[in-house]
């Protein structure tokens, strides 16, 4: 919702480059909070409490920001909404990986990275639409207040959806619910997966105290490898592409109705290729996707720069941009959160996915609150060179140090830190 915000947000509270940055950015403060509590709430409540208690600072964000007098009431409620935002991005992934059979589990995971792009494009869609029922003066003072308020309906959705899902069979194991462990493991998928998933669920548990210690000790591999990949996730500038998509068109000479529709373009873009990434996560494997679309990225963004550079089409910019956010959508988009889901070991899973989520974003919110003033400093073409050379960074240190966890059971994967056999690149 703030791409389509920001501009007219910037007028009616009079901000400067920083301004702009600290508008658009001061969400994902919110998130590296919500991001740094979840894993304890997550491990404490369950996974499924945690996620009602994000929908409702999801619900309350909306309708707060509707009433903003000021900037910094909107700011303080931009951080609630950014608290679940930053909890669901570390619960949602968790639970899922921990429901899912092993067959489907990139896919499923997949299908949180689903959501978030569907709703992308919803949010673009009706910024475009709301953009359109008014002149610049009434989008300026009223216009962005709908933007997002249209996000209640979503949250409300979202906590009524969340009502009759089960819990996740490897927290109720850890919380010695064995038989409730067990049901929910029959239910999804069968009863003889279930006892077989059970004796490993419950090996690997004995096998792990579940102090936060152990992620700096035994498991200190994957806690660094979580941090780095989530990192180089937001490095090649993904969040303040989609934060200023319609400010990105207009550098190109786009006309604004013009770029609003190109963000809605862009965004389908991103749903088409996450598509295609739910089909493929389980055949091609984690890391080959990554390094895929980390490709894809890094040549459109050194491209997007020398188009700014010569002052070129803006249609060009358009297919570029489409091209990045593509990689993006079958990339990094998927595979990291595929991976941060299955690296750590159950007992500190919600801690571990905690502290590498909160890295993404930090890296984030730098990329937010400095987009506008590496755009006023560096210029459009410096800028996207910056980002094209972040996701030439991700192309060198994933190919040298992440593993491929495609086809192996959680319990699987945490046997390769414990035993000291890395799996399979």
Request: charged fraction near 15%; include cysteine; charge should be positive.
């Given at each position: 919702m703030i791409s389509g915000a920001i501009g007219y947000l910037g007028q009616l509270f009079h901000?400067?480059?920083?301004?702009?940055?600290?508008?658009?950015?001061?969400?994902?403060?919110?998130?590296?909070?919500?991001?740094?509590?979840?894993?304890?709430?997550?491990?404490?409540?369950?996974?499924?409490?945690?996620?009602?208690?994000?929908?409702?600072?999801?619900?309350?964000?909306?309708?707060?920001?509707?009433?903003a007098a000021d900037l910094h009431q909107f700011v303080l409620w931009r951080l609630?909404?950014?608290?679940?935002?930053?909890?669901?991005?570390?619960?949602?992934?968790?639970?899922?990986?921990?429901?899912?059979?092993?067959?489907?589990?990139?896919?499923?995971?997949?299908l949180y990275q689903l959501g978030i792009v569907s709703g992308i494009l919803a949010a673009v869609f009706v910024?475009?639409?709301?953009?359109?029922?008014?002149?610049?003066?009434?989008?300026?003072?009223?216009g962005w207040r709908w933007m997002f308020f249209a996000g209640v309906i979503p949250a409300i959705l979202f906590g009524v959806m969340i009502l009759p899902a089960v819990e996740s069979p490897r927290w109720l194991m850890?919380?010695?619910?064995?038989?409730?462990?067990?049901?929910?493991?029959?239910?999804?998928?069968?009863?003889?997966?279930a006892a077989r998933e059970t004796v490993e669920i419950e090996n690997a548990l004995a096998t792990e105290e579940g102090h936060i210690s152990e992620l700096f000790t035994t498991f200190r591999r994957p806690l660094l490898l979580g941090i780095m990949l989530a990192g180089l996730q937001q490095l090649s500038g993904i969040t303040p592409v989609f934060s200023f998509l319609p400010?990105?068109?207009r550098a190109a000479g786009t006309k604004t109705s013009d770029a609003f529709f190109q963000s809605v373009l862009v965004s389908l873009i991103n749903l088409v290729?996450?598509?295609?990434?739910?089909?493929?996560?389980?055949?091609?494997?984690?890391?080959?996707?990554?390094?895929?679309g980390s490709s894809l990225q890094f040549v459109a963004f050194?491209?997007?720069?020398?188009?700014?550079?010569?002052?070129?089409?803006?249609?060009a910019v358009l297919i570029l941009v489409m091209a990045f956010v593509a990689g993006h959508a079958f990339g990094n988009g998927v595979a990291c959160w595929v991976i941060i889901s299955e690296i750590y070991p159950t007992k500190v899973r919600g801690?571990?996915?905690?502290?590498?989520?909160?890295?993404?974003?930090?890296?984030?919110?730098?990329?937010?609150?400095?987009?506008?003033?590496?755009?006023?400093?560096?210029?459009?073409?410096?800028?996207?060179?910056?980002?094209?050379?972040?996701?030439?960074?991700?192309?060198?240190?994933?190919?040298?140090?992440?593993?491929?966890?495609?086809?192996?059971?959680?319990?699987?994967?945490?046997?390769?830190?414990?035993?000291g056999k890395p799996a399979t690149t």
């Open positions: 901000l400067g480059e920083a301004g702009k940055g600290w508008a658009a950015g001061c969400a994902l403060v919110g998130c590296i909070v919500g991001c740094a509590a979840a894993g304890t709430v997550a491990d404490y409540l369950g996974k499924k409490k945690g996620l009602g208690l994000c929908a409702l600072c999801f619900a309350l964000s909306s309708i707060g920001i509707l009433f609630i909404g950014g608290v679940g935002i930053g909890a669901a991005s570390v619960i949602a992934p968790n639970y899922i990986a921990e429901i899912a059979p092993t067959r489907v589990r990139g896919r499923c995971v997949t910024n475009m639409l709301i953009q359109r029922m008014g002149d610049e003066a009434w989008n300026v003072s009223t850890k919380m010695g619910r064995r038989d409730e462990a067990i049901a929910v493991l029959t239910k999804i998928d069968g009863p003889e997966a400010e990105i068109f290729f996450t598509l295609f990434a739910l089909w493929l996560v389980d055949k091609a494997g984690r890391k080959t996707l990554v390094l895929a050194a491209l997007v720069g020398w188009f700014y550079h010569i002052h070129g089409s803006g249609v801690r571990g996915m905690s502290i590498a989520i909160t890295a993404l974003w930090v890296v984030g919110y730098l990329g937010n609150q400095l987009f506008p003033l590496m755009q006023k400093h560096l210029g459009s073409d410096g800028t996207f060179w910056c980002f094209s050379g972040g996701a030439l960074l991700t192309i060198i240190f994933v190919a040298w140090l992440i593993p491929e966890t495609k086809g192996r059971s959680l319990e699987e994967i945490t046997k390769f830190w414990t035993e």
